[in-house]
């Protein structure tokens, strides 16, 4: 396990952009991609936005002779595939690894053409992307609820430290439906119609649709390459409380973000930034917070900025974490923290630094990016400046 693994490429499609430098723009500008729900009618329902992919197409950045047979979900990570490919500038897939997280991958397809979910199970996501990019080499398929992206980048992070391989393309895809949306709309669990993590008046989440691909890399691949190098991932960690099928466990958020500590050698007072799972749930949000004020202490919350891109782009589910390892990454480079828009009442359950409403300058040398999906499976991802 000698391998040091970066990161030397990015890959977004996303209610907030489908480029690098356009989505970073918006985050940081605290522009919100929350809009009135297009894809299908909500007349007959209480709630009507979500955080839709518009005019999304494929075709602009790769080409594959049954476009229309795809399902949604296929053709974005394809697309943040090929984008994230692009940006390290890699040309040869023929060795290069494919771990991939997605809460539903094409089983989309029950509402579409065919009623037969055999036609294309959870799994076939990855498959497209291998018979786009051409990959031959490790590829996984992980559904971990809404930490899948932050699995498929631990996994990722694995597959290079153990030199199994030396480039692998990580991250997470998942796509917005009625089936998708009246799931929350039954929980009780939609925002009318803003995403307000860490609010006192908080009332819910708000469903969107994405991918995120980071190109992981082992260091020595990336020098011979002459790649350009955005930032190191330490380590990650995991836990499974089982504690409730949607409400988190204090204790499991808590253990997974000490397990990433541990695993990837440093300490609670190294964090210079939490990329917050922050649904702007009630229950979520308040759990998170006692988390992480357990963990890191009055002392160093003081100076420790969390906050949550959901407040902007809504949840893209499997592609949620990987979309917020992605913009880790970004911040790390470009020394800046993207906010908690919608931020507007303090609530004393969740009196942390939510840098509200406006992004923040800020040198960053280690980051913590947190997912916990729902049946308690947690995984948090350990990010540094490179050097």
Same mark, same amino acid.
């Given at each position: ?34 809009? /009135? ?26 080409? *594959? ?130 995403? /307000? ?98 963990? *890191? ?91």
């Amino acid at each position: 396990m000698e391998n040091r693994v970066v990161v030397s490429g990015l890959g977004i499609v996303s209610s907030l952009g489908s480029s690098i430098d356009e989505f970073w723009s918006n985050l940081t500008e605290g522009k919100s991609g929350i809009s /009135q729900v297009s894809s299908f009618d909500t007349s007959n329902l209480e709630r009507h936005y979500a955080g839709e992919v518009k005019e999304f197409d494929p075709s602009k950045f790769y080409s *594959f002779s049954d476009m229309a047979l795809m399902p949604r979900t296929h053709q974005l990570a394809a697309s943040a595939t090929v984008l994230a490919a692009g940006d390290a500038c890699l040309k040869d897939f023929k060795d290069v690894g494919l771990a991939l997280g997605s809460l539903v991958g094409g089983l989309e397809y029950v509402e579409g053409l065919t009623k037969d979910i055999s036609t294309y199970p959870v799994n076939s996501v990855s498959a497209h992307v291998c018979d786009v990019l051409g990959i031959e080499s490790g590829v996984y398929t992980l559904s971990c609820a809404c930490a899948a992206g932050n699995y498929a980048i631990s996994l990722a992070y694995d597959m290079i430290k153990s030199g199994k391989e030396d480039i692998v393309l990580a991250g997470g895809a998942d796509y917005f439906s009625m089936s998708i949306f009246l799931s929350f709309y039954r929980l009780f669990s939609l925002s009318a119609a803003r995403c /307000q993590p860490f609010d006192k008046n908080r009332r819910g989440l708000l469903p969107a649709e994405g991918a995120g691909m980071l190109v992981l890399e082992s260091l020595s691949s990336a020098k011979r390459r002459g790649a350009r190098i955005y930032a190191e991932v330490l380590g990650y960690g995991t836990s499974v409380d089982a504690y409730h099928a949607v409400i988190p466990s204090e204790e499991g958020v808590y253990s997974c973000m000490m397990n990433a500590l541990d695993y990837s050698g440093v300490a609670a007072s190294d964090i210079d930034y939490i990329s917050a799972h922050g649904t702007g749930t009630v229950p979520n949000d308040y759990v998170e917070c006692k988390a992480i004020k357990k963990l *890191f202490g009055e002392k160093l919350l003081k100076n420790l900025p969390v906050s949550s891109i959901k407040s902007m782009l809504g949840h893209a589910m499997g592609a949620a974490s990987s979309i917020e390892a992605l913009s880790c990454c970004l911040a790390i480079d470009k020394a800046f923290i993207p906010p908690t828009i919608n931020y507007e009442t303090p609530d004393p359950d969740c009196d942390i630094d939510c840098v509200p409403n406006q992004a923040r300058k800020k040198a960053l040398d280690v980051v913590l990016n947190n997912s916990f999906g729902f049946g308690g499976m947690n995984c948090s991802v350990v990010f540094s400046r490179f050097s």
